[in-house]
């Protein structure tokens, strides 16, 4: 009969060293960062298994080819312990380093918050005509704010210095149609915030995103662009024009409309109305004969029944002393090239008669017989 081997009289155990258990805990914090993670804990309770007896004379015995695979058993000496916090902890670094690198995509961005409108002012060099918050596309816009329960496209601002006993705290760098829808109906807007911005930044943001929606006049670009000269925002138009990135032309067109006197303007019905290509010949006409220009805008706006925009566009470029006279007169209407387009001829009697240079169509026709008879107050037979 095989007996077990004998050990010695009592069980031996090695003195822990404090040094090498100091330079244990180095390399657990050294290596940890990189250890993957744990396994998950077994759901079955283990018992707690007895510490290891280390023997005075190693011996080697194996175990039983039927024996059971020995379960992890938590450590219990203080470098196994530390080891296996350190472990876990590695888990928790890892996860911070990557929300870090999620937050980096989130750099620069700028804040959204909605906010009373109230506490909102148009910039300085605000842009919109007061007509244009009557048209129609306007109207439409407030509507479908209403309807989704405030702006989704949010406006931009930027913080006003603190003013005592003033409401306003923001002030729009663009969107200045959704300010003023919600102003309107009384929700608060959505508004991207931008806490450092100069004056020149905001004006070169606001004229961007205004040209990409194509929705202001060329006599409200005049207007904007007018206002950032006269307050020294740009020394002169050309470096104006470098810094938003505009054609020259177009920039001189556009003031060239805004410099034109209010009655002029006012001839058109609204500002929304003029156009860039007829900045030029507006231009030369005020500068031939302002007294004439002013008198003809005058007298269309005194009319009961308004001609159309390119009418009076017509009108106030006309040829001097082409009004009527003792023996007849004659009314030319031409393009922004000078090719004559119509023709108004009145006889000694006033009879007149009306010739276009090139065909009209049916739409062309029927617009050209409510007119005449609008100008009349009678249906035509």
């Not at 007996?3 to 180095?26: C, M, Q, W, Y």
């Not at 079955?44 to 695979?69: C, F, G, K, M, W």
């Not at 923001?170 to 508004?191: D, K, T």
Request: with cysteine; proline share 9%; net charge positive.
């Amino acid at each position: 009969m095989n007996h077990p081997p004998t050990f010695g009289a009592g069980p031996v155990r090695h003195k822990e060293s404090p040094v090498a258990n100091k330079d244990l805990i180095k390399r657990a914090f050294s290596v940890t960062a990189n250890l993957p993670p744990l396994a998950k804990a077994d759901a079955t309770p283990v018992e707690a298994a007895p510490e290891p007896v280390i023997a005075a004379t190693a011996v080697n015995v194996a175990p039983p080819p039927d024996a059971e695979r020995p379960r992890t058993i938590p450590p219990r000496t203080g470098p196994g312990s530390m080891l296996a916090f350190m472990t876990d902890q590695s888990e928790v670094h890892r996860e911070v380093v990557r929300l870090r690198e999620q937050m980096t995509e989130f750099e620069g961005a700028s804040a959204t918050r909605k906010i009373d409108p109230i506490q909102v002012r148009p910039s300085k060099w605000a842009n919109r005509d007061e007509s244009h918050f009557s048209t129609d596309s306007f109207r439409r816009l407030k509507q479908e704010i209403e309807s989704a329960g405030g702006n989704i496209q949010p406006i931009k601002v930027r913080p006003l210095p603190t003013t005592p006993g003033h409401p306003a705290q923001w002030e729009i760098v663009f969107g200045h149609r959704r300010h003023r829808a919600c102003l309107e109906l009384g929700i608060p807007v959505l508004a991207l915030i931008q806490n450092t911005m100069g004056d020149a930044d905001l004006f070169v943001e606001m004229e961007r995103e205004n040209r990409e929606r194509e929705d202001l006049s060329a006599w409200e670009q005049g207007v904007m662009y007018m206002r950032a000269l006269e307050l020294g925002l740009f020394p002169s138009a050309k470096q104006l024009a470098a810094a938003i990135d505009r054609d020259m032309g177009n920039i001189s067109k556009a003031m060239a409309l805004a410099k034109l006197p209010a009655e002029v303007v006012q001839a058109f019905g609204s500002p929304l109305n003029l156009q860039f290509r007829w900045a030029t010949p507006l231009k030369d006409a005020h500068q031939q004969d302002p007294e004439q220009l002013l008198a003809t805008a005058r007298e269309l706006v005194a009319r009961p029944s308004k001609p159309t925009p390119a009418e009076v566009f017509a009108l106030l470029t006309r040829p001097a002393g082409a009004g009527a006279s003792s023996k007849g007169s004659e009314l030319e209407w031409k393009d922004e090239r000078g090719v004559r387009i119509a023709t108004l001829k009145v006889d000694r009697k006033g009879r007149a008669a009306l010739s276009f240079e090139q065909a009209m169509d049916e739409a062309q026709q029927r617009k050209l017989a409510k007119l005449v008879d609008g100008f009349l107050g009678h249906r035509k037979g």
